[in-house]
């Protein structure tokens, strides 16, 4: 993350999003952005029957959102993108182009989400402005219709509206304290922050908020009320921890989250929870519980004279997404930041590159939300946008994928379908090109499979025992893999058996996930692991299941027989309790062999067991 301060300007994390889903009913009695909130019947009324509308409303984040969010452009240095300073971009002016953009272009393939993003509140000198009961209000320069105005604008084009906030109570808000808070007798701004007046966010930009204190929920209420009556869809909370490169009491923030989850459903509107950014995976089970979608990592974009570049910071996310997949599914997904590949020149990226990301971001059922400036898409951007079998792919019932094989240069990705298919991505992440197959054996299955070419809408035929293309660098495909074959059988060998060889530090562990409950683990510094008498019928390369457990990415060098040794790159099974597995190859003869781990000079992921097909 960069080290500048929100208060000061927007951190490059800023983009961050948390939005949180509970479905309603009718919008709760708020006024306007230029009117005070006023405690009404209405008021009372419509939090009666939220209960009731919940039950009957469709459910938020029943797949993963689509829809375009400023901060790109806001964040780029391309020429004229922020012609009156740094973040100028973010007008009522250019929020109205891009919505009218995304009605004509994009609506119709399901992008239908309108986010704007940090600063609404600030001026360009970043000098913020707050109603008398210290919540953000709309600067009238950037806004001069209002909040709610520009809501309606986009409700008439039937897309959605979101809006942006950052956790705690800004500084600029306490006014020492004397702000009174609305529809809150007797509390003020002093009544809901700690009285050392500690910091939190991402940024420090804010204090941190007391829940012991009765007032404090009723500030996050009153904010909830005051974006619901606007008429937001769609709440971005930023800055949110542990995560936003900070950790500790201080920057723990999942009671702010819970209390806006809170507040969202007693205002009378449906409103989804998205959180922002580089969540902490300890606390995945509090981002499911009271949100919609949680961003996995740091911003995409760059900073830079384009909008994103691929090592600052599209490549992270192979890396870093295998570890969250599990917790991605209906009402919370998994959200990979903002998908910039409408224009090649604006994107900073290539042809090779762009496709890539997108696949990705298809597979792991990321939120499709482009920061693209949608009046400028180029042909091939707006191909990779609306391809409809990928969309499918990110919106339909497949589940997410995760790597199939080790997060090598040369990655297999893949999930299988409910139909029995699978989906399957091949990525070449090197700088040169590079052949990538996809084995049937690993997923499986043996023999023959049909084919689709997803992004070229094409089918290959019926292919025999994997699936190969030359990729360039950057490069990807992605296919729909329909099994013609047979299930393959394996034979299976415990880590903790005591027919294995252990030397150096590796020993034998309980672990509740793994089978046997039993792994190896303390695999460092010269630990290694053999497994002796591993037996194949004929000669050939097989396809090796690994199950291990990995908190974080680690390598391993793995061999048969003694041989050269091969080190892969295991990804994270997301924590020390989780097992996953990968495949790898290893050229067998007949007869009885040795496979074996090796952690060398460095730290190896626990290993679970093998399983060794029974034909190559």
Same mark, same amino acid.
């Given at each position: 993350?960069?080290?500048?301060?929100?208060?000061?300007?927007?951190?490059?994390?800023?983009? !961050?999003?948390?939005?949180?889903?509970?479905?309603?009913?009718?919008?709760? %009695?708020?006024?306007?952005?230029?009117?005070?909130?006023?405690?009404?019947?209405?008021?009372?009324?419509?939090?009666?029957?939220?209960?009731?509308?919940?039950?009957? !409303?469709?459910?938020?984040?029943?797949?993963? &959102?689509?829809?375009?969010?400023?901060?790109?452009?806001?964040?780029?240095?391309?020429?004229?993108?922020?012609?009156?300073?740094?973040?100028?971009?973010?007008?009522? !002016?250019?929020?109205?182009?891009?919505?009218?953009?995304?009605?004509?272009?994009?609506?119709?393939?399901?992008?239908? &989400?309108?986010?704007?993003?940090?600063?609404? +509140?600030?001026?360009?000198?970043?000098?913020?402005? &707050?109603?008398?009961?210290?919540?953000?209000?709309?600067?009238?320069?950037?806004?001069?219709?209002?909040?709610?105005?520009? !809501?309606?604008?986009?409700?008439?084009?039937?897309?959605?509206?979101?809006?942006?906030?950052?956790?705690?109570?800004?500084?600029?808000?306490?006014?020492?304290?004397?702000?009174?808070?609305?529809?809150? @007798?007797?509390?003020?701004?002093?009544?809901?922050?700690?009285?050392?007046?500690?910091?939190?966010?991402?940024?420090?930009?804010?204090?941190?908020?007391?829940?012991?204190?009765?007032?404090?929920?009723?500030?996050?209420?009153?904010?909830?009320?005051?974006?619901?009556?606007?008429?937001?869809?769609?709440?971005?909370?930023?800055?949110?921890?542990?995560?936003?490169?900070?950790?500790?009491?201080?920057?723990?923030?999942? %009671?702010?989250?819970?209390?806006?989850?809170?507040?969202?459903?007693?205002?009378?509107?449906?409103?989804?929870?998205?959180?922002?950014?580089?969540?902490?995976?300890?606390?995945?089970?509090? +981002?499911?519980? $009271?949100?919609?979608?949680?961003?996995?990592?740091?911003?995409?974009?760059?900073?830079?004279?384009?909008?994103?570049?691929?090592?600052?910071?599209?490549?992270?996310?192979?890396?870093?997404?295998?570890?969250?997949?599990?917790?991605?599914?209906?009402?919370?997904?998994?959200?990979?930041?903002?998908?910039?590949?409408?224009?090649?020149?604006?994107?900073?990226?290539?042809?090779?590159?762009?496709?890539?990301?997108?696949?990705?971001?298809?597979?792991?059922?990321?939120?499709?939300?482009?920061?693209?400036?949608?009046?400028?898409? @180029?042909? $091939?951007?707006?191909?990779?946008?609306?391809?409809?079998?990928?969309?499918?792919?990110?919106?339909?019932?497949?589940?997410?994928?995760?790597?199939?094989?080790?997060?090598?240069?040369?990655?297999?990705?893949?999930?299988?379908?409910?139909?029995?298919?699978?989906?399957?991505?091949?990525?070449?992440?090197?700088?040169?090109?590079?052949?990538?197959?996809?084995?049937?054996?690993?997923?499986?299955?043996?023999?023959?499979?049909?084919?689709?070419?997803?992004?070229?809408?094409?089918?290959?035929?019926?292919?025999?025992?994997?699936?190969?293309?030359?990729?360039?660098?950057?490069?990807?495909?992605? /296919?729909?893999?329909?099994?013609?074959?047979?299930?393959?059988? /394996?034979?299976?060998?415990?880590?903790?058996?005591?027919?294995?060889?252990?030397?150096?530090?590796?020993?034998?562990?309980?672990?509740?996930?793994?089978?046997?409950?039993?792994?190896?683990?303390?695999?460092?510094?010269?630990?290694?692991?053999?497994?002796?008498?591993?037996?194949?019928?004929?000669?050939?390369?097989?396809?090796?299941?690994?199950?291990?457990?990995?908190?974080?990415?680690?390598?391993?060098?793995?061999? %048969?027989?003694?041989?050269?040794?091969?080190?892969?790159?295991?990804?994270?099974?997301?924590?020390?309790?989780?097992?996953?597995?990968?495949?790898?190859?290893?050229?067998?003869?007949?007869?009885?062999?040795?496979?074996?781990?090796?952690?060398?000079?460095?730290?190896?992921?626990?290993?679970?067991?093998?399983?060794?097909?029974?034909?190559?």
């Amino acid at each position: 993350m960069r080290s500048s301060s929100y208060s000061a300007m927007p951190a490059r994390t800023l983009r !961050a999003a948390v939005v949180l889903a509970l479905a309603a009913g009718a919008v709760a %009695a708020v006024p306007t952005a230029h009117a005070e909130p006023t405690a009404s019947p209405a008021t009372t009324a419509t939090t009666a029957t939220v209960a009731k509308a919940a039950t009957t !409303a469709p459910a938020l984040a029943a797949k993963p &959102y689509m829809g375009w969010s400023s901060w790109s452009m806001q964040s780029s240095k391309y020429p004229g993108l922020n012609p009156d300073g740094d973040y100028s971009y973010l007008t009522e !002016a250019n929020v109205t182009e891009q919505t009218d953009a995304l009605a004509a272009k994009l609506k119709k393939y399901g992008y239908e &989400y309108v986010n704007i993003d940090a600063g609404w +509140w600030r001026d360009n000198a970043w000098k913020p402005e &707050y109603d008398q009961y210290a919540r953000q209000k709309a600067d009238p320069k950037r806004f001069p219709d209002g909040m709610k105005a520009v !809501a309606d604008r986009i409700h008439s084009k039937g897309l959605k509206a979101g809006i942006y906030l950052p956790a705690g109570l800004e500084k600029e808000a306490y006014n020492d304290g004397r702000s009174p808070i609305w529809n809150a @007798d007797g509390c003020t701004t002093a009544d809901i922050v700690y009285g050392d007046l500690r910091t939190t966010n991402g940024w420090d930009s804010s204090y941190k908020l007391d829940f012991s204190r009765p007032c404090t929920q009723k500030y996050i209420d009153s904010q909830a009320q005051l974006i619901a009556g606007w008429g937001y869809d769609f709440l971005k909370l930023d800055g949110v921890g542990p995560g936003s490169g900070k950790s500790g009491d201080q920057y723990d923030n999942v %009671a702010d989250v819970a209390a806006w989850n809170k507040a969202i459903a007693a205002s009378g509107r449906a409103i989804h929870l998205e959180l922002s950014w580089s969540l902490d995976i300890g606390h995945a089970a509090d +981002w499911k519980k $009271y949100s919609n979608g949680w961003r996995i990592d740091t911003d995409v974009e760059c900073y830079c004279n384009t909008l994103v570049s691929w090592e600052n910071s599209v490549d992270d996310r192979w890396d870093d997404a295998p570890g969250w997949t599990r917790h991605a599914g209906p009402g919370g997904w998994n959200d990979l930041d903002s998908l910039d590949v409408g224009s090649g020149e604006m994107d900073g990226l290539t042809k090779a590159e762009r496709q890539s990301y997108a696949t990705l971001w298809a597979i792991a059922k990321s939120p499709l939300f482009t920061g693209d400036d949608l009046t400028r898409l @180029d042909s $091939y951007g707006l191909s990779l946008l609306t391809n409809k079998e990928v969309i499918a792919v990110n919106q339909g019932d497949t589940p997410p994928a995760r790597p199939l094989t080790p997060s090598d240069p040369q990655q297999v990705w893949a999930a299988k379908n409910p139909d029995g298919s699978y989906t399957v991505a091949l990525f070449n992440l090197a700088d040169k090109p590079s052949a990538v197959s996809a084995s049937w054996a690993s997923l499986g299955f043996t023999g023959k499979a049909a084919v689709r070419d997803l992004w070229n809408h094409e089918s290959l035929g019926t292919l025999t025992d994997k699936v190969t293309e030359a990729l360039p660098a950057h490069g990807s495909r992605l /296919f729909t893999v329909t099994p013609r074959g047979q299930a393959l059988s /394996f034979t299976g060998y415990e880590a903790e058996s005591p027919a294995n060889t252990l030397a150096g530090n590796a020993s034998v562990a309980d672990c509740s996930a793994c089978s046997g409950a039993k792994k190896v683990g303390n695999l460092y510094l010269g630990g290694k692991l053999t497994f002796n008498d591993i037996t194949v019928p004929k000669a050939g390369t097989y396809q090796v299941r690994i199950a291990y457990v990995s908190g974080d990415a680690r390598s391993v060098a793995v061999s %048969a027989d003694g041989g050269g040794a091969v080190t892969h790159k295991f990804p994270s099974t997301g924590d020390w309790g989780t097992a996953e597995t990968v495949t790898v190859p290893l050229t067998l003869k007949a007869g009885s062999h040795t496979i074996t781990f090796d952690s060398g000079n460095g730290y190896a992921p626990d290993i679970d067991r093998i399983d060794v097909p029974k034909s190559s």
